[in-house]
Every structure is written in structure tokens, then in C-alpha cells.
């Protein structure tokens, strides 16, 4: 299995997100950088979280125009494997792989702590190691995290069973007050229909070793190499 990672002016998690990858495969990613017109031949790419271009305009929007990113669309269509983390979710997004979009925190306040979420979709390949409504802690870092869609669209994600993970208590309980940005439906990672692009919030490359604290974000490496190598 082969992956890569994208680097952005601004990228702060790539480095982050090769390490875990490595772990996983055994091997280090390609680092691709964002002018890059060519991809190399991988499986899975990683759209990594960060402050692309200072968050300037818009966050994910100026980057979701770079030459890279024409790539990554056309890799996607063939079913390559997309995840993006924290400002890659903005990203991919921005970018029309994946329907809504992110916007401020219900507080208006950058949040930088350990979440718990509760899994709502284990038939993908980033989320097959994980059972359903397990509950895992994964930090976050973001100020743009309020995942919104109007209701039509909303709709359809639940039904086609899009959502992946969902804000919630250690108990796996979801409501209002476990909604730390704003999310609807408490949403904080969607698959596209396909399940083969994944974005959200939370880093679980930052929870992918004991030493970081905890292991809840290697599973999702783990499940993609199991199902791609």
C-alpha cells in the first residue's frame, strides 16, 4: 500500500499525519506539495489539517483551487481513498468532495481540547476497525468546525448513512451540550456517498501512539492498510 500526504503554505498536522501513516504501513508517505501538478501512484491520500494560506478569505477556499487538488478530484472519482482532517475537511469541502460546509464555532472561540465521539458508520474502510457506537477520544483544534447543509442535504447524509462520527458525552450520548461547535446533527466527520472520501473535524492522527496520550485514531490507519494492502 502506497499513500501520500499534501503540504500546504500553512499545513501544521502533515508531519503529524505522515508519522501515523508510517506506523500503519511500514513505509513513509509521499509529501506532495500543493503546486504539484502530478500525483504519485497511491492508494490513499491525506488532505492534513493545518491554517492553508492563514485561513485567509475563507478557510479551505484558497487552497481547495490549488493545482493539486484537480488531482486529488480525479483520484477520488477512480475511488482512491481521501481523508481530510481538520482544515483537509474544510478543504475537500471547498473543494465539492463532500456536500456542506464548515463554518465559525457557535462561540465564535478557537477549541483545542480531547472530544469524544461516538462512531455511527463502521462499513467503510476507515472506519471498519471501530464497532458501532463505540466511543473514542480524539482531539481537536479549530475555530471553523460547525459543520452546516440545509435540510434537504441533511437529510440525505443521514439516509444514505453518510455520517461517520458524531460529537458526544463518554457515555456515547449525543445532545446539545456535547455539540462543543455548533455542528448540526452534532456531525463531526461525513463520508461522501461512496464512503471512500472521508473529512472531519477531530485529528486522530494526533491519538495514534500511547505516547500521544492514546491510540483511539490508529484504528482508522490500521483499517486502510487492512483494507487496501
Known sequence: MKAAVIVFPGSNADRDA??????????????????????????FIVVPGGFSYGDYLR???????S?????IKRAADKGTRVLGICNG???????????GVLLRNKDLRFIC???????????????RRYKSGEVIRIPVAHAEGNFFADDATLQAIEDKGQVAFRYASAAGDVSDETN?????????????????????MPHPERMSDPVLGGADGRKMFDGLVEALS
Open 18 to 43: 505522515a508519522v501515523a501513516v508510517e506506523q500503519s504501513i511500514g513505509a513513509p508517505p509521499k509529501m506532495v506539495w500543493h503546486r504539484d501538478t502530478e500525483l504519485p501512484k497511491v492508494d
Open 59 to 65: 478557510c479551505g477556499a484558497m487552497a481547495a483551487h
Open 67 to 71: 493545482p493539486i487538488m484537480r488531482e
Open 89 to 99: 475537511f474544510q478543504i475537500i469541502t471547498e473543494a465539492g468532495l463532500l456536500p
Open 113 to 127: 481540547k480531547d472530544v469524544y465521539l461516538r462512531v455511527e458508520q463502521t462499513k467503510s474502510d476507515f472506519t
Open 180 to 200: 462543543l461547535n455548533g455542528s448540526r446533527g452534532n456531525i463531526a466527520g461525513i463520508f461522501n456517498e461512496k464512503r471512500t472520501v472521508l473529512g472531519l
